[in-house]
């Protein structure tokens, strides 16, 4: 019979967030990351650990330092104003959809600007984490295998674990 959380958190196990890192979780907004920070709640919660949320801003090429904002009043907005914004609404939302989970209300978001895989591991030297969670289509088509996508970049890239959830296909909507 597996342990209650209450025997995990007196185990010695429960001091566990004070010997590794958090779990790191990069999101982008997407369908499949929301996925991946509900599935990295849950694990942080059994593992009695800390989570980080990232979000890396990449500036566009056509406006470096802007969002377009779409709608009734196109305007530029600065990226980072607009990148805190949509995270809060993301947190929200996700929060939102996973009642009763307190590691998503208390988890650290961090937001930085740069090409993505690069500074996914930075932050990831800085923080130590005991893992990196990342959501991914999946997909296995002749561009991924060109290009290769940016969790596939993480996975070969970084020295700490890294866990791939890939969103169901029943809920995958482009």
Same mark, same amino acid.
């Given at each position: 019979?597996?342990? $209650? ?23 982008? !907004? ?14 942080? +919660?059994? @593992?009695?650990?800390? @989570? $980080? ?5 990449? +500036?566009?090429?056509?406006?470096? /330092? ?10 530029? $907005?600065?990226?980072? +104003? ?5 995270? +809060? %609404? !993301? ?11 307190? &590691?998503?209300?208390?988890?650290? #978001?961090?937001?930085? $600007? ?8 930075? &932050?990831?030297? #800085?923080?130590?984490?005991? @893992?990196?969670? @990342? /959501? ?8 991924? !295998?060109?290009? /290769?996508? #940016? ?10 674990? &890294?866990?791939? &959830?890939?969103?169901?296909? %029943?809920? !995958?909507?482009?």
């Amino acid at each position: 019979m597996a342990p $209650t959380r209450k025997e995990r958190q007196s185990s010695p196990r429960s001091s566990h967030s004070e010997r590794h890192g958090p779990i790191l979780v990069p999101i982008d !907004f997407s369908q499949c990351s929301a996925h991946a920070l509900a599935y990295a709640a849950r694990l942080a +919660d059994y @593992m009695n650990a800390s @989570m $980080t949320v990232l979000h890396v801003v990449h +500036d566009p090429g056509d406006a470096p /330092g802007y969002y377009n904002v779409e709608g009734k009043h196109a305007h530029l $907005t600065r990226l980072e +104003d607009r990148a805190h914004e949509l995270l +809060d %609404d !993301f947190m929200g939302e996700v929060i939102e959809q996973n009642p009763g989970n307190t &590691v998503l209300a208390r988890a650290e #978001k961090i937001l930085v $600007t740069g090409l993505p895989v690069s500074r996914i591991l930075e &932050v990831a030297e #800085k923080l130590q984490p005991e @893992m990196l969670v @990342m /959501g991914s289509v999946g997909r296995t088509h002749l561009s991924a !295998f060109l290009l /290769g996508s #940016k969790a596939e970049q993480v996975v070969r890239l970084s020295p700490y674990p &890294v866990t791939i &959830v890939k969103l169901p296909k %029943d809920e !995958f909507r482009e």
